[in-house]
């Protein structure tokens, strides 16, 4: 059976008003009483298997706030009860330019809840597919921003593990947004969880080798050959038939590649984890000091001082326009979770 991701490249094709940013989230500190009280439920802006993201507006200072929401018999059902805790655990303690941060979390008797930043310009997978593929100039700058964030993580002993362009939102000056952290996790060794989405999986995980922070270097790598050629270089319609092209290693180069895009790109798909660039002695660093980015100026990127190539078009801080639509079903009507579940979010 096809992946969902396949089924979105096929249906977008695999060929080839500038707001200020929304103030930090509300920092509500009240552990007491119901947190959702204090905001206005506007419009699902996306779903998942188990939950869904809904546009809130604080009825006060009438900010405006993505809410996560997630079923706790659904996560319990799916077992990923420990990636939903795990998520919660890593954002509550980073805050990044690139990231989409989290200001609260909290649970009922049925759904778990993070408050998050609204990034209005949606996904970068969606302009993508409407451009075909990036110019050069723009898939560095969005490599640029990735990589500031992904050193941060990586300095925190985090890995992110689900990095593609349907995770990666523009803000409303159109700078990069990390967001979903259900496959990310603290670590110090290696882990075993074979997670992730299969175009972007790093030999290693397929392997059940054990993988550490070097698999979010081989998915840059395969995010900047798709930025740049309009699809990722291991497709297949079977989930096993990608995962044999990743093992296999093979790359059909587009003949308009930027070369120097290519060799960066080489050295980060590299099979030997040991000799993938970013996982060396110098570690990030050998991806920074790349002559793809030999004009950058790292610390006017961390400012976020570079100019984007994509402004989203927006008419006012909770535009939605740049989302999909999605049924509003009667998604509160649910039974409440045993309390043996429950207890498991004690501390959400």
Avoid at 44 to 67: C, D, M, P, S
Avoid at 192 to 204: D, I, K, N, S
Wanted: hydrophobic residues 40%; charged residues 30%; aromatic residues 12%.
């Amino acid at each position: 059976m096809a992946s969902a991701r396949v089924a979105r490249l096929r249906k977008h094709g695999s060929s080839n008003n500038n707001l200020k940013d929304a103030p930090p989230p509300d920092k509500d500190d009240d552990k007491n009483g119901n947190k959702l009280e204090k905001y206005d439920f506007l419009t699902t802006i996306g779903t998942g298997t188990f939950g869904r993201v809904i546009l809130v507006r604080h009825k006060q200072n009438k900010e405006y706030h993505a809410l996560k929401v997630m079923s706790i018999a659904g996560v319990i059902r799916l077992k990923q009860a420990e990636h939903v805790k795990s998520e919660r655990a890593i954002l509550e303690t980073i805050n990044h330019p690139f990231i989409v941060n989290m200001s609260w979390s909290y649970h009922d008797n049925s759904f778990l809840y993070m408050l998050l930043e609204y990034v209005p310009g949606g996904e970068l997978f969606s302009y993508l597919r409407n451009a075909g593929h990036f110019e050069v100039e723009t898939a560095n700058f969005y490599a640029c921003e990735l990589i500031c964030a992904l050193e941060f993580l990586h300095e925190k002993s985090i890995v992110y593990r689900d990095l593609k362009p349907e995770n990666l939102l523009l803000d409303a000056d159109g700078h990069l947004k990390i967001t979903d952290f259900g496959f990310a996790k603290k670590l110090w060794d290696r882990t075993w969880t074979l997670c992730g989405t299969p175009e972007y999986l790093a030999p290693e995980i397929i392997q059940s080798k054990g993988h550490n922070k070097a698999v979010d270097w081989w998915s840059l790598g395969i995010l900047i050959f798709e930025m740049l050629v309009g699809c990722p270089p291991f497709f297949d319609d079977n989930p096993f038939g990608i995962y044999e092209k990743i093992l296999a290693g093979k790359i059909d180069w587009p003949k308009y590649m930027d070369l120097i895009a290519k060799d960066l790109v080489k050295k980060l798909l590299v099979q030997d984890r040991t000799k993938r660039l970013g996982n060396m002695k110098n570690g990030v660093e050998d991806v920074k000091n790349h002559r793809w980015f030999k004009s950058v100026d790292w610390s006017d990127v961390w400012e976020r001082k570079l100019v984007p190539p994509i402004v989203p078009k927006l008419s006012h801080a909770g535009d939605t326009n740049n989302f999909d639509e999605y049924p509003e079903d009667d998604w509160k009507d649910i039974a409440e979770a045993p309390a043996e579940d429950i207890a498991i979010f004690a501390d959400f």
